[in-house]
T-cell receptor, first 119, second 118 residues
Framework: AQTVTQSQPEMSVQEAETVTLSCTYD???????LFWYKQPPSRQMILVIR??????QNATENRFSVNFQKAAKSFSLKISDSQLGDAAMYFCAYRSPFFYGGATNKLIFGTGTLLAVQP | GAVVSQHPSRVICKSGTSVKIECRSL??????MFWYRQFPKKSLMLMAT?????????EQGVEKDKFLINHASLTLSTLTVTSAHPEDSSFYIC??????????????FGPGTRLLVL
């Protein structure tokens, strides 16, 4: 079974600085998807970034980028120019390739990293 | 795009009553919808997966007679908490996924429903 590990329960960053959140996973599958979701105090889960394992290029979305190391099974999230609105719980998640009607499209979540942004 | 709504956002009910929570995908057809439960400062716990027109698949330990899920159309799924008790008080979140297209193979989440059972 797949597992996702976020080893940093809490992180803190100064406004305008850069922070990296760690995520490792375990799987025997060769193709899969990885996600970072953000959950601010409103508790709305927001998709930050998505990475397809077959793509070697690291995904980026504005100030958010990932360092995807497939061999090491590592998927870290870098937030550049941190803003107060980035303060949230961040969840890393794994998803198997989609098979219609099967249960393999479940998301496997890590335990989350609570990010504080200091003004 | 990829907006999922959830209603109500919060509900307070008396012990023994049933509560229905609706989850709608507003701008795409959701082949699959998921229901989660989340305790404070914890990760999401998957309760069940539902595909349109078929019975929901419940995770181990989730009472299917307690948490009734209906996925009647490609844009609507409902979770009914039957005979609610204080221990059912929690934050319930739905998500929706499209089979194919721009939003495929990615779950988009509703804003959640806070349930308090007195």
């Amino acid at each position: 079974a797949q597992t996702v590990t976020q080893s940093q329960p809490e992180m803190s960053v100064q406004e305008a600085e850069t922070v990296t959140l760690s995520c490792t996973y375990d799987t025997s599958e060769s193709d899969y998807y990885l996600f970072w979701y953000k959950q601010p105090p409103s508790r709305q889960m927001i998709l930050v970034i998505r990475q397809e394992a077959y793509k070697q290029q690291n995904a980026t979305e504005n100030r958010f980028s990932v360092n995807f190391q497939k061999a090491a099974k590592s998927f870290s999230l870098k937030i550049s120019d941190s803003q107060l609105g980035d303060a949230a719980m961040y969840f890393c998640a794994y998803r198997s390739p989609f098979f219609y009607g099967g249960a393999t499209n479940k998301l496997i979540f890590g335990t989350g990293t609570l990010l504080a942004v200091q003004p | 795009g990829a907006v999922v709504s959830q209603h109500p956002s919060r509900v307070i009910c008396k012990s023994g009553t049933s509560v229905k929570i609706e989850c709608r995908s507003l701008d795409f057809q959701a082949t699959t919808m998921f229901w989660y439960r989340q305790f404070p400062k914890k990760s999401l716990m998957l309760m069940a997966t539902s595909n349109e027109g078929s019975k929901a698949t419940y995770e181990q330990g989730v009472e299917k007679d307690k948490f009734l899920i209906n996925h009647a159309s490609l844009t609507l799924s409902t979770l009914t908490v039957t005979s609610a008790h204080p221990e059912d008080s929690s934050f319930y979140i739905c998500s929706a996924e499209q089979l194919a297209g721009v939003f495929s193979e990615t779950q988009y989440f509703g804003p959640g429903t806070r349930l308090l059972v007195l």
